[in-house]
């Protein structure tokens, strides 16, 4: 019985000691397997006096629970310390530097563009387009300019040679309004829609460029006037500028969609000798500068968007986005939006994780 103390004593030992469960599984076959000494034991039970049997079958079974715990405890110690150093090696390092510049910028026409959308959004103005190859009856004709219209030839239009399947002539938009019509005949009314995008006209200095950017808007629903164009364009004028003392001045104008038709007029103010839209007006250091061209929308052009114009008003107004851009951001030439040089884009350029929205502020700079 001394020997299986020293068994038992040593088979402890070298439990206490193994390094990995193979050494581990060693051990437990030593001793509990068919050959092992616990087992052979076990079997010496049989041919003991019962008096013997009484005094040695719980040491025997004592022993084989000691080793049997010693063996299930080193074995979990063993894997629980495995799937730690597996779990410290496949860490994934979250602190690794992001690239010292970001790539790329967004250019400040859909920086604006997006602005433009934010602001409107929140007035309840969906985004509409129509399709840069126009036909001339969307882009004037419908617009209540018919072929013979003094007005055509200020827009200085790049035509197409060949005429379109209708026998329309096919030409380059020189403006948004024709989505104004395309918003109508598609929609009906009511209607409440923006439309920004590109225009093309033959024109070219600092401030021309043969293409260019408007933003249209057009509402139509019953009994709207004036003072709704009114509110509107300040409502909008306020948000993009982020400034509260924007003054506007409505002067009459020519439009031959639009009766009556409306300039509109933003106040600026002189500082450090540049203009800065806000205050402004007829004070000293201040003055007014043209933003937009509106009005009322022409009876005729109701027509052409196939709605009655007995039951159906609206106004509808359009402006530069890549002027608003200037007047917003400080760029003096027009000419550089469309060089891709990408140290002008550093520069005025925004991150693309800048997204404009009216809690954030629709215009701030990363
Ligand atoms: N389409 C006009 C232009 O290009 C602007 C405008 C739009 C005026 C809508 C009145 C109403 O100059």
């Keep these: 019985m001394e020997q299986l103390e020293q068994q038992q004593a040593e088979t402890l030992g070298a439990i206490a000691e193994a390094a990995t469960p193979e050494a581990v599984e060693a051990i437990r076959v030593a001793a509990l397997g068919k050959q092992g000494w616990v087992s052979a034991l076990l079997k010496t039970l049989g041919g003991m006096s019962p008096e013997q049997r009484q005094s040695e079958g719980p040491k025997i079974h004592a022993a084989r629970e000691a080793v049997t715990a010693a063996l299930a405890e080193r074995k979990g110690a063993l894997e629980a310390a495995a799937l730690d150093a597996r ?61 013979t219209h003094p007005a055509r030839a200020m827009h200085d239009t790049f035509y197409f040679p060949d005429k379109d399947a209708e026998g329309r002539a096919m030409l380059l938009r020189t403006h948004t309004s024709p989505v104004q019509i395309r918003a109508m005949l598609k929609q009906g009314a009511p209607l409440r829609v923006i439309a920004p995008g590109r225009v093309y006209r033959s024109d070219s200095d600092a401030t021309h460029t043969p293409m260019f950017h408007q933003i249209e808007g057009l509402v139509i629903d019953k009994g709207i006037h004036l003072g709704h164009l009114k509110w509107t364009l300040e409502t909008f004028l306020k948000a993009f500028f982020e400034r509260d003392d924007i003054v506007l001045r409505l002067r009459p104008s020519y439009f031959p969609f639009t009766e009556p038709s409306v300039e509109v007029d933003v106040g600026y103010t002189v500082v450090n000798g540049k203009r800065v839209v806000g205050g402004g007006g007829d004070v000293e250091n201040g003055g007014w500068m043209e933003v937009l061209g509106s009005g009322m929308v022409n009876r005729r052009v109701i027509e052409f968007g196939g709605l009655d114009p007995d039951q159906w008003q609206g106004f509808a107004f359009g402006t530069g986005v890549d002027r608003l851009a200037m007047l917003k951001y400080g760029m003096d030439d027009l000419r550089a939006f469309f060089d891709g040089d990408v140290r002008w884009l550093q520069h005025y350029g925004f991150g693309a994780l800048d997204v404009p929205t009216l809690s954030g502020g629709v215009g701030v700079k990363a």
């Design 87 to 147: 779990l410290a090696a496949e860490t994934v390092d979250l602190s690794l530097p992001a690239p010292e510049a970001p790539k790329g910028s967004v250019h400040p026409v859909s920086q604006v563009m997006d602005e433009l959308a934010e602001i409107f959004a929140d007035m309840g103005f969906a985004v509409a387009s129509g399709p840069e190859i126009e036909d001339d009856w969307h882009n004037f004709t419908a617009l209540n300019m018919p072929e």
